[in-house]
């Protein structure tokens, strides 16, 4: 019996043998030979997204002369944007949800930019607040010492309002307009609250639509 026993364990030996080494290799982690072509790729394309300070100069005054231009762009919207690499970053309130819309595709178009992201807030529709947007402009320019400023295409004071909340945007020639700009927005009826982030430009030459 010892014999045959013997003769019989010995394959059962190799057999479990083998399958325990077929089972360690299975358990080992898997190499992931995408990986240092994946990161060559992404290395390539952070290269490609860098601009020189001319080009981004260069694209910055394009992205400001497009939004300036578009056709429904007037004193009661507040477009702003952030420029990184060859991404733009859209932001600032519209009263309409068109000129949201065009201002990603204008932007879009411009040579040297390949991505756009969209963060323009539409303001929700309310007759109480354009009436005191029309009410707020009325009162800053027609007031003598801010009425050069109503000469422009579009006036540097850009007057928005949410939910009865005022905020003052845009530039203007002296820390003495700014403050006039604010108490006349302050002096209009309804009215909760009103933030001034004008800014002091000395002569203020903003882009006007020709």
């Known amino acids: 019996m010892g014999s045959w026993f013997r003769r019989l364990i010995g394959p059962l030996a190799i057999i479990l043998f083998l399958a325990l080494a077929v089972i360690a290799q ?8 995408a990986q240092a072509p994946a990161s060559g790729s992404l290395e390539a394309e952070g290269a490609n997204n860098s601009l020189s300070p001319e080009a981004e100069d260069k694209l910055i005054r394009e992205v400001r002369h497009e939004l300036i231009m578009l056709p429904y762009y007037n004193v009661f919207d507040n477009l702003s944007f952030k420029v990184d690499g060859r991404t733009v970053v859209l932001e600032g309130q519209v009263t309409k949800p068109v000129l949201k819309t065009d201002a990603g595709n204008v932007v879009k178009r411009i040579e040297g930019v390949d991505k756009v992201i969209n963060n323009i807030e539409v303001l929700p529709p309310s007759p109480m607040d354009d009436r005191i947007r029309r009410d707020v402009y009325q009162s800053i320019y027609s007031y003598g010492p801010l009425f050069k400023y109503g000469n422009m295409s579009v006036p540097p004071i850009h007057i928005i309002v949410k939910n009865g909340r005022i905020t003052l945007e845009g530039v203007v020639d002296s820390e003495s307009d700014k403050n006039l700009a604010g108490v006349r927005a302050n002096q209009v009826p309804g009215t909760f609250q ?5 800014r002091v430009v000395s002569g203020s030459n903003v882009p006007k639509k020709k």
């Not at 299975?26 to 030979?33: E, I, L, N, V």
């Not at 009103?194 to 004008?198: D, G, H, I, K, R």
């Open 26 to 33: 299975q358990s080992q982690p898997t190499t992931q030979p």
């Open 194 to 198: 009103v933030t001034n982030n004008l």
